[in-house]
């Protein structure tokens, strides 16, 4: 990654990487709900993409509604990074 620290203590602060980049186009959706699904509160999904993925995240918005919070970390042309922070 280019500008982004997204691995430095992660595992310290219970943010677990999800590197969409890695995962098959049609597949994506379904495994980044999947992985909000499994976290607890308090713990962060680190979400890197290669593009902004603003139809996703006004789904994860109308899904999730307050239980998580979306925060960009970057936001570069060719490196998008969110953090989903689950809520109690």
């Known amino acids: ?8 203590s992660a595992q310290a ?18 495994s980044i709900f999947g992985a909000l699904e499994s976290l607890t509160p308090g713990e962060t999904m680190r979400f890197v993409n290669d593009h902004d993925p603003l139809p996703l995240l006004a789904q994860l918005r109308n899904y999730f509604g307050p239980r998580i919070d979306i925060g960009y970390v970057a ?13 109690a």
């Open 1 to 8: 990654m280019s500008n982004c620290t997204c691995n430095d």
């Open 13 to 30: 602060n219970n943010t677990h990487l999800f590197d969409a980049r890695g995962v098959a186009r049609r597949f994506r959706h379904a």
């Open 75 to 87: 936001r570069n042309p060719e490196e998008i990074v969110i953090d989903f922070t689950v809520k």
